[in-house]
């Protein structure tokens, strides 16, 4: 079979250039990620879930409010809540903040989560997940997308029932991770289901789960019959890794990529978050970025220590001073200006 993650494919009317999708990430998925990813390939990109509740009551733990800048589209934007009222009003807000797609979070595993009768939760009342995609599918005019876990215990096939009633209830694509919400990560994804899945919709189908090479990319679409592979992990300080898996050309990036990146990375993520959220934040990306033998394991622990972003800054170009030159290059190519800020809070409790 001929595969080619080039194609672009479509979700109702919207044109996604490539069939690699970027996953929604809570704690990641920061406006900088979907914009390097972008850059690197991903045909869509998703936000964080954002919380409808945070409509109502505004006393969330979150990481401030979500950006979209002109240069994410086609962007999905991915909300939770377990109210279909509250549901579409978010849904408007997101559509009208430009949201390519709304995308409707029925897997996060997490407690804090699941507890409020959203997310995983989801999958084991089909009539209600049923009515919030259907209340969801009223309130816009952009596609509705539906991300699912298998469903909550392990063995469960909840996906393959509730799939097709989302599907009737208007959701225009829907993507499957096929662990349980009980696995959260262990284990492997079953990519068996979504084949199954595939089978039974006639709604394109984004595959989720440990795709993390071109190889596998190229399997999981011929085995499954998805649309799209979508990646979550693999890309985590691992732009480079999305390159790979759309055009299979496998290019380890020099210390002056690497260190322009993460720069990059770290001055967005300060305009995004502000310096005090951001420097906690971007902590993790740290070892993301410069682990995998790039730089010896010393430096990023004296990075994470330093208080401010402007110090990590300095040391890391000063460890690869070359990386000023890409870095400039990088920024001259960002479009400015346009963004429009939306006021739903981004949750830090995500999963999926
Ligand atoms: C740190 C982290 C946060 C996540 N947050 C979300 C989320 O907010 N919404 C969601 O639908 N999935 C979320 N997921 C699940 C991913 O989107 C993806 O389905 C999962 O990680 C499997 O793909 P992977 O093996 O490529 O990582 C999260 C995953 C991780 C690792």
Redesign the pocket.
Known sequence: MRIDLRESWFVRDVEIPTRLVL??????SVQAFRRQGRRFGAGLVCS??VSCAGIEHRNEKTLGYLRVASDEHPLAI?IFGSEPRAMAEAARMVEAAGADLVDI?F??PVRKVTKTGAGATLLSEPARAAAIVESVANAVDVPISV?MRRGLRDGSRTALEVGPQLVEAGAATLTL?PRSAQQM?TGA?DHTLTAELVSLVDVPVIA?????SHARARAVLATTGAAAV?????AQGNPWALREIVDGEDAEPSREEVVAELVLFIRETVRELGERRASGFLKKFYGWYLGRGRFPRPFKQELVVLDSTDEVERRLLAAAPGARRLLEELEAELPGGDEVLLHLPISIY???
Do not use: I, L
């Open positions: 996953a929604p990430m809570a704690g990641v964080e879930m991915q979070n897997g996060c991300k991770h990560y994804a989720s789960g440990d795709v993390t979508m990646v979550g992990r693999g995500g999963g999926g």
